[in-house]
């Protein structure tokens, strides 16, 4: 898909303050959190399940637009994360039948504590719900299931600048944690994976990185600097505030035992 094909479902960040969830009273950065979280559980169940990585991208992808039209006090962000990865299940081809599909989602969303075989309540109640909720997403979607992904221009970048196997692998990891984040409705998927080597490039020592420790790279490559560099501080201040999250849960954790 091409660049101009990708504006249809552009954002600006401006536009994520004034979210439908904004609209019912969630922060920026409790929605944002949100949307994480359900990524995240996107992501999990799709390991587990041996999805490949288009389909899950996919499935956060929609999941960002749908709530780009309907707030999170409207769905709640597990439900819509578990039936966006059914229906990019679909639409990638990669299909795996719900008597598998429930029980790891249930696994990933209750962190473990529940379980939903088929034929018990659990999984009935999740069924109905992903059965119910696909129209919605797909009418918010307006039907619209192909997505173009920073995967191939991510592919493209590795072989152009001879990327060390180390770091290529870090640029991987961080394409995923962009994902989490309504990057994708911001920015190109070029720029995203751009910005997801020049951020492997910062967080690793600069001798590991051989011409990438300096950022004339970007250059050779007409990449758009003040996008990657928009990118690379939103995932940073992001990384920043759940690691303060996690802190603060560990610390609550260990008060209550």
Known sequence: MADSEWTDWRFSRDDLKRTPSVACGWSVEREELDRSKACGLIQSASR?????????????????????????????????????????????????????????????????????PPGTTEFEKWRAVILRTEVVVLQALCFDLVVEHPHMALVGLCDRLELPQHLSQMTWSFIADCLRLPACLVYSPRSIACASVALAAK????????????????????????AVAD?????LEFCAREAQSRMSRGVADHAAD
């Open 48 to 116: 587990k399940l041996q999805l490949p990585q288009i389909t899950s991208a996919s499935a956060c992808v929609y999941l960002h637009r749908f709530f780009m039209r309907h707030s999170l006090k409207e769905h709640h962000h597990y439900n819509i994360a578990a039936t966006c990865l059914f229906i990019a299940c679909k639409a990638e081809e990669s299909l795996r039948k719900l008597d598998c599909f429930i029980p790891v989602i249930v696994y990933y969303a209750s962190k473990g504590n529940r379980k939903a």
């Open 203 to 226: 967080v690793l020592p600069s001798e590991s990185c051989g011409d990438l420790a300096n950022d004339s790279w970007l250059d050779r490559v007409y990449a758009d600097r003040v």
């Open 231 to 235: 990118i690379v501080q939103w995932l």
